[in-house]
């Protein structure tokens, strides 16, 4: 008689586990004691794993500012609503974000091409964690860039008799398009007062750093004919008050005599647009918090 040999049913398998989410965690209080004691418990109750942190204590302003990434499988709501406990502790203001979410960005141009193309091959190859929806030009020389790159085309022409309407259809645009970020990549036009001050916060600019000495259409001609031996650029958040806003990322060059002013421009131009590409990285990355009319930048 034959022996059947039976194999013993193997237990079920487990179920799948989603990753845990990403987040980052960032805030600004009255520096106090217990506040990272605070911020890591109430994670730690939430199942978190902390795996960046990075704060610091402004004795000038009394502010204490702090970044934090942690993995956790709470939900957005659950994080929230913890947060929102201890924000009212400490009279504090927080965002919460998924790490590495693409930001949504309006670029702004006018004829210089640069930190368009910079920030578009950036984005596209290079990891930038912005999602361009759109570029706005007061000139349409640049239309043929953003088509290249897939990327929407606004010709917003702009005149002292039009600039109130041009700025109208601006905010039309951050509206329906959901923008979160507004980066000026050498617009070189002046946005009102009241502009800056409804999108605070969320607009970027770049300059050359010749500024205040050397003002008008050539700077760098002035600045050949006085024989500047730096050229700088400056990252900075727009403000009512023309090109000091607070600072993000600033960047220099040395030069020396041998230049010509075509050298000087052409540094000028690599220079801000790697100043402008970190200022617009770190802001998406939530690693630039406000300190009034300064930044606490964690890098």
Known sequence: MACVTTQPTPPPAAPATAPPTEWVLTLSCPDRPGIVHAVSGMLAQHDGNITESQQFGDPSSGLFFMRVQVQSHASREELESALAAVAG??????????????????????????????????????????????????????????????????????????????????????????????????????????????????????????????????????????????IGATSHYVTGDLDEGPIIEQDVERVDHSRAVRDLVALGEDVERRTLARAVRWHAEHRVLLNGHRTVVFH
């Open 89 to 230: 502790r400490f009279e504090m203001s927080w965002r919460l974000d998924v790490v590495g979410r693409p930001v949504r960005t309006l670029v702004m141009v006018s004829r210089a091409a640069h930190c368009l193309v910079d920030l578009l091959y950036r984005e596209r190859d290079q990891g930038l964690p912005i999602d361009v929806v759109g570029v706005v030009g007061n000139h349409p020389d640049l239309a043929d860039i953003a088509d290249f790159y897939g990327k929407p085309f606004h010709h917003v022409p702009v005149t002292a008799a039009t600039k109130t309407e041009a700025e109208d259809r601006l905010r039309a645009l951050v509206t329906e398009l959901d923008v979160e970020l507004v980066v000026l990549a050498r617009y070189m036009q002046i946005l009102s007062d009241e502009l800056c001050r409804d999108l605070a916060g969320q607009v970027i600019n770049i300059h050359h750093s010749f500024l205040p000495s050397f003002k008008g259409a050539r700077p760098y001609a002035q600045a050949h004919d006085r024989g500047v031996k730096l």
